[in-house]
């Protein structure tokens, strides 16, 4: 079983920058792959960015974040970053951290069975 809280969101200005942090627990995180999602109002929630927990923690972004968001992980916390910079105001959503135990990177959301409660970000123009 692995539980998920993220934290962090807020309002921003447009070119602002915010970091969320989604703190894990669980019995190991061996073979998990972590990763954010994000839905807007009246949207299909969306893949935003993943890493993978064991190895190099290699990461994949989504190519609509790609440059100006960064996902990491610091593992002494058991827990996963995303760095957000130059934002937009489409950037407006609610952010959610999601896991997963298995290989190969997987932007649908149906492949994560665990969510956290999610964390609101609003850009204003």
């Known amino acids: 079983q692995v539980q998920l809280v993220e934290s962090g969101g807020g309002l921003v200005q447009a070119g602002g920058s915010l970091r969320l942090s989604c703190a894990a627990s669980?019995?190991?995180?061996?073979?998990?792959?972590m990763a954010w999602f994000r839905q807007a109002p009246g949207k299909e929630r969306e893949f935003v960015a993943a890493?993978?927990?064991?190895?190099?923690?290699?990461?994949y972004h989504a190519n609509s974040v790609k440059g100006r968001f960064t996902t990491s992980r610091d593992n002494a916390k058991n827990t996963m970053l995303l760095q957000m910079n130059s934002l937009k105001p489409e950037d407006t959503a609610v952010y959610y951290c999601?896991?997963?135990?298995?290989?190969?990177?997987?932007?649908?959301?149906?492949?994560?069975?665990?969510w956290g409660q999610g964390t609101q970000v609003t850009v204003s123009s």
């Open positions: 999601a896991a997963r135990y298995g290989v190969g990177w997987s932007t649908s959301q149906s492949d994560y069975p665990y």
């Open positions: 890493i993978n927990w064991s190895g190099g923690g290699n990461t």
């Open positions: 669980a019995r190991t995180f061996t073979g998990y792959q």
